[in-house]
Nanobody, 121 residues
Framework: QAQLVESGGGLAQAGGSLRLSCAAS????????MAWFRQAPGKEREFVAA????????LYTDSVKGRFTVSRDNAKNTMYLQIDSLKPEDTAVYYC??????????????WGQGTQVTVSS
């Protein structure tokens, strides 16, 4: 079973960059696809990006394509989300998740506690 801890969130200006990390514990980390979801105030949790177990396949929601890059380093048991060209609408709590893959939150039984990203205009 994977336990997930996010880090790297914070306050940034529009147009800037952040890199989020998700550290996983547990020997089964490599078996899981990993994903990032986010939840803005007053909105439902939404899918952001996912990466396959070996890092070779990725999936993004349309609104972040070209600005976000998801990756993983299985040797370090860590997944990353590089966020470039930040926009105020990227403000949300970002959660990492481990599971079967895809963009449906129901496919991910393991979740981190979230890290806040706030983008000022």
């Amino acid at each position: 079973q994977a336990q997930l801890v996010e880090s790297g969130g914070g306050l940034a200006q529009a147009g800037g960059s952040l890199r989020l990390s998700c550290a996983a514990s547990g020997r089964t980390f490599m078996r899981y696809a990993m994903a990032w979801f986010r939840q803005a105030p007053g909105k439902e949790r939404e899918f952001v990006a996912a990466v396959g177990w070996n890092g070779k396949t990725t999936l993004y929601t349309d609104s972040v394509k070209g600005r976000f890059t998801v990756s993983r380093d299985n040797a370090k048991n860590t997944m990353y989300l590089q966020i470039d060209s930040l926009k105020p609408e990227d403000t949300a709590v970002y959660y990492c998740a481990a599971g079967l893959g895809g963009n449906d939150y129901r496919s991910y039984p393991h979740w981190g506690q979230g890290t806040q990203v706030t983008v000022s205009s």
